[in-house]
């Protein structure tokens, strides 16, 4: 999981990961099927948290700011740091209560939480 300052590090990257993607398929005429995927991307944010992801598109979905604190009850993270019911275990916080973002701390070292 990446800190928001992690991300930014690699989103230039996965954009331009992209760019690159969509020209090949523009002045060749073909589809993903035949594409060779850069990996720039996946590289850095095996440098940054020692995990391997096996797309890029992983890399959009890692991020601490996405996921909310761990649930109470069943210690997985909220889905959003504004949910108030728990998608894994039914837990809901008492009213007026959203569960908060996710902070490293609370999932260990750099790759924890679903990872």
Not at 78 to 107: N, S
Request: glycine letters at 10%; a negative charge.
């Amino acid at each position: 999981m990446l800190e928001p300052e992690e991300f930014q590090q690699i989103r230039p990257i996965l954009i331009e990961e992209i760019r690159e993607i969509k020209e090949f398929r523009r002045s060749t005429g073909s589809g993903l099927h035949s594409q060779v995927f850069p990996t720039r991307g996946l590289k850095m944010y095996q440098c940054l948290t020692g995990t391997t992801l096996e797309s890029s598109g992983q890399i959009w979905e890692a991020q601490l700011s996405l996921y909310g604190a761990l649930c109470p009850a069943c210690s997985k993270p909220f889905r959003t740091p504004r949910a108030h019911f728990c998608a894994e275990c039914g837990y809901t916080l008492p009213d007026g209560e959203v569960a908060g973002p996710l902070e490293r701390a609370a999932i260990g070292p750099a790759n924890s939480a679903g990872e």
